[in-house]
């Protein structure tokens, strides 16, 4: 089994940062990319940030120039910063990782999110 926990999140007021982090455990053949979604009250999850196993990323939209996601140390860690954060950026937030387990076929893992609420 593979499990994501989450780092980070809780009230932060507009303008300011937060660094959100997570990490992966378990049986892992191998760990294709990691990323960072998002879901706010009343809408659909979105994705926010992506990093590949190559180091390769995309950025939605909404947070490209203001959001950096990197690798940690740990090959199955990932780390999300944003910095001017606005009102809308208030969402729920869930750390994805691309992963297979056994070699034969790779599944998307979620970990259980973590709030961010971001005031006026």
């Known amino acids: 089994q593979v499990h994501l926990v989450e780092f980070g999140g809780g009230l932060v007021q507009a303008g300011g940062s937060l660094r959100l982090s997570c990490e992966a455990s378990g049986t892992i053949f191998s760990l294709n990319s990691m990323a960072w979604y998002r879901q706010a009250p009343g809408k659909q999850r979105e994705l926010v940030a992506q990093i590949t196993n190559s180091g390769t990323t995309r950025y939605s939209d909404s947070v490209k120039g203001r959001g950096t996601i990197s690798r940690g140390n740990d090959a199955y860690s990932v780390a999300l910063r944003m910095n001017n954060l606005k009102p809308e950026d208030t969402a729920v937030y869930y750390c994805?990782?691309?992963?297979?387990?056994?070699?034969?076929?790779?599944?998307?893992?979620w970990g259980q999110g973590t709030q961010v609420t971001v005031s006026s």
């Open positions: 994805n990782a691309n992963i297979d387990e056994t070699g034969w076929m790779a599944r998307d893992y």
